[in-house]
């Protein structure tokens, strides 16, 4: 499984379980819902700090999101 692919499963399972949607997740990652929406299909290569604005609000680390 390709990184992109990780942290698209990783991304939708933890905002998932805080009962987010995509828009409530971007709004507090400070990032646009579509951008959001991407990432969770596979269809963007964010930056480690895209990465690192993903993991604080889900409470974990962008290494464990990228794991």
């Known amino acids: 499984m390709d990184v ?3 942290l698209a ?3 939708r399972r933890l905002r998932e379980a ?3 949607s995509q828009e409530a997740f971007a709004h ?3 990032i646009h ?3 959001v929406s ?3 299909r596979g269809a963007r290569n964010p930056t480690i700090l895209i990465v690192e ?3 604080l609000p889900l409470g974990v680390t962008a ?3 990228l794991g």
């Open 4 to 6: 992109r692919t990780r």
């Open 9 to 11: 499963r990783n991304v």
């Open 18 to 20: 805080k009962g987010w």
């Open 28 to 30: 507090e990652a400070d």
């Open 33 to 35: 819902r579509t951008y």
């Open 38 to 40: 991407d990432i969770e």
């Open 53 to 55: 604005k993903l993991a």
């Open 63 to 65: 290494g464990e999101l």
